[in-house]
């Protein structure tokens, strides 16, 4: 097929994707495997290439994602079950002050969406949002969008969340360097786009915040005693991070000469190791805020289930996610596309960007 007629194939799948999820309602999962076989049987794949490219694909991806996705949601659970979600919040505001509510919030944002998912996030801290509005008499977009963008900005920059962890596994990169860079590009994109942003057109559109139920008790007046330690908090969630960090720079050490191979460093590099940081971080969740905090096992072991149910589908439409990618390779789709981007000169990042944004707002879904 010619180049022209293989980057139709895939225009066409794309908009079918959108089309079988948007429009029919079929599941991402499903809609995924259905149009990576239709491409590949379109570009003149064989029957059984088609079959291995889906094992290939799946196989391929979630060898690494699996792992990190399952214990960052057991991880993230628990905090969020526990109260230390709310706890880092509440702490952050108190830090800040009201003045500054707008930047609690989003550095709240930003640190939340490390061990939790987005949703969860917005869901612990818009109450939040809504009683700062009210006290203050300020539209609802002043707190809001601060603390979107800190959700948003980690969610697709910085692991374990799903997105970051599949870019670190396909383009082959250490996930050190995602967080590191991750930390370094989105700490002020989510300024730009939060605290400063949400100040302008909070001046331009007033929101104000929905009525509430009198007998309701708002979240902001819950005894800050109650929850667990704002320290505890903060350690947890970085000690994953600073591990895998740690493991990233024994690795450039290394190829570099700067330290001689010991057991101590091999030691260092096992335990940064992605999977053993988090599983690390997941047990020490569990006994300091579980067990200390007078959770029974039983109930510890149900915050893990409950975790593991969305993780999995999120697993599996990444995984799908490998199988289309796996498929646009192996029928040469991809090596065609990007000679007809070197014959247009047309910057890959821009047109990353542009597909980005349009699955975005398409789709809806950031993962």
């Not at 979630?62 to 979600?85: P, Y």
């Not at 596994?169 to 930390?183: N, T």
């Not at 786009?193 to 007033?206: L, M």
Request: aromatic share 10%; charged share 15%; hydrophobic share 55%.
């Amino acid at each position: 097929m010619s180049t022209i007629e293989l980057f139709s194939v895939t225009l066409i799948s794309v908009l079918l994707l959108f089309l079988f999820v948007l429009r029919f309602k079929i599941h991402a999962f499903i809609s995924l495997l259905l149009i990576s076989i239709l491409v590949g049987l379109s570009t003149g794949m064989h029957f059984e290439d088609v079959i291995n490219s889906i094992q290939e694909g799946m196989g391929g991806i979630l060898g690494f994602i699996a792992v990190v996705v399952g214990l960052g949601a057991i991880f993230g659970e628990i905090l969020q079950d526990t109260g230390g979600v709310e706890a880092l919040a509440k702490s952050m505001l108190k830090k800040f002050g009201e003045n500054k509510s707008s930047w609690a919030l989003m550095t709240s944002g930003f640190l939340i969406a490390i061990p939790v998912f987005f949703e969860v996030g917005f869901i612990i801290l818009v109450p939040i949002v809504f009683a700062l509005s009210r006290k203050t008499g300020k539209s609802v977009l002043f707190y809001a969008i601060p603390m979107m963008a800190g959700l948003a900005v980690t969610h697709a920059f910085i692991p374990p969340t799903p997105g970051p962890i599949a870019v670190a596994q396909i383009i082959d990169v250490p996930l050190g360097w995602i967080i590191l860079f991750g930390f370094i590009i989105g700490f002020p994109t989510a300024i730009v786009a939060g605290p400063v942003f949400g100040k302008y057109i909070s001046k331009k559109i007033v929101l104000h915040p929905p009525e509430i139920d009198p007998d309701l008790k708002d979240i902001t007046e819950k005894n800050h005693e109650d929850l667990p330690s704002f320290r505890w908090v903060i350690f947890l969630i970085g000690l994953p991070l600073v591990l895998i960090l740690a493991r990233t720079f024994v690795d450039l050490s290394y190829d570099e000469e700067w330290i001689g191979q010991s057991m101590f460093w091999d030691a260092l590099k096992f335990v940064g190791h992605p999977f053993i940081a988090l599983l690390i971080a997941t047990l020490l969740a569990g006994y300091i805020m579980g067990v200390r905090q007078g959770y029974r096992p039983a109930q510890i072991m149900r915050i893990a289930n409950a975790a593991l149910a969305p993780a999995g589908l999120i697993i599996l439409v990444t995984g799908a996610g490998g199988v289309f990618k796996q498929i646009l390779v192996d029928s040469g789709v991809g090596e065609s596309l990007a000679a007809l981007l070197t014959e247009y000169n047309i910057s890959p990042v821009i047109l990353a960007y542009i597909i980005a944004i349009v699955v975005r707002v398409t789709q809806g879904s950031a993962t």
